[in-house]
């Protein structure tokens, strides 16, 4: 394993060492959780953009798979602090609305108050 994917691998270790394993989800709480959890200096080999959401991350990582800003990662379990990788799966704004839709869940307003 090269130096760059190793320390990829090691960041990952990390937010998982520092997770709550509730059931089958893995919950990663940051100190000031409002929102998706957000990572600086993501991975270029996986991401365009400098920053990236956590789940976005683990999936990319765990699955090898480099992202676009289209790619939406959909959270199975319907937590959005989860970073269980088995609960991440890809899918577009079509497929994560139709699921939304389909499980009758309301759309979030992201506007801080």
């Known amino acids: 394993m090269n130096n760059k994917k190793a320390n990829v691998w090691h960041r990952l270790a990390k937010f998982f060492a520092r997770a709550t394993y509730n059931d089958q989800c893995i ?6 959780y409002n929102d998706y ?6 991975p270029p080999k ?3 953009t400098n920053s990236t959401s956590l789940h976005r991350f683990v999936y990319a990582v765990w699955n090898d ?3 676009t800003q289209q790619d939406v ?3 199975t379990c319907d937590n959005r602090i989860c970073i269980a990788p088995r ?3 890809l899918g577009t704004i079509l497929t994560n609305n139709a699921d939304r839709t389909r499980k009758r869940r309301k ?3 992201n506007t801080k108050q």
């Open 27 to 32: 919950e990663y709480y940051p100190d000031k």
């Open 37 to 42: 959890i957000h990572l600086k200096n993501a």
């Open 46 to 48: 996986y991401f365009k």
């Open 65 to 67: 798979q480099p992202l």
């Open 73 to 75: 990662i959909m959270h």
């Open 87 to 89: 609960h991440l799966k």
């Open 107 to 109: 759309k979030i307003n």
